[in-house]
């Protein structure tokens, strides 16, 4: 009996999140409502990042540094820190290396790379 009404559920939020919208709270406030492409803030404060393919071949073609390069470029700036993600982007002068480090103190720090030097451009 406790599976079943479980499943029931599951199955009524997955139905009601389907729709979009959950009571007049949510069409007051906008909260669950979408928001269309082009409002949508873009998640790497604008920079259009690669796919995984896209970096090896660039890695491939010698036209960027390897992502181990990059990281070895932040651990100097951040020392011993755990480098959680890197992405290769474009940016305004080029590609870039975007990678988010985890410090011991538990901060996390962004690190922007030059994907063409190897060199660090900057920290956000």
């Known amino acids: 009996m406790r599976q079943a009404f479980a ?6 939020t997955a139905a009601v999140l389907a729709a979009g919208a959950v009571g007049p709270l949510a069409e007051e406030t906008g909260a669950l409502a979408p928001v269309p492409a082009q409002q949508r ?3 790497n404060r604008g ?3 690669l796919s995984p393919a896209d970096l090896r071949e ?3 073609e010698k036209r960027v540094v390897p992502p181990i390069a990059a990281i070895r470029a932040a ?9 959680q993600r890197a992405s290769l982007c474009r940016h305004e ?7 988010t480090a985890l410090r011991r103190d538990g901060q996390f720090m962004h690190v922007m790379v030059d ?3 190897g060199q660090v451009s900057g920290q956000w």
């Open 58 to 60: 660039a890695v491939a």
């Open 7 to 12: 499943l029931l559920i599951a199955v009524s």
């Open 75 to 83: 651990r100097q700036i951040i020392p011993r820190a755990e480098i």
């Open 47 to 49: 920079d259009d990042c």
């Open 93 to 99: 002068a080029g590609l870039v290396y975007l990678l």
């Open 41 to 43: 803030e873009p998640l």
């Open 115 to 117: 994907a063409q030097s």
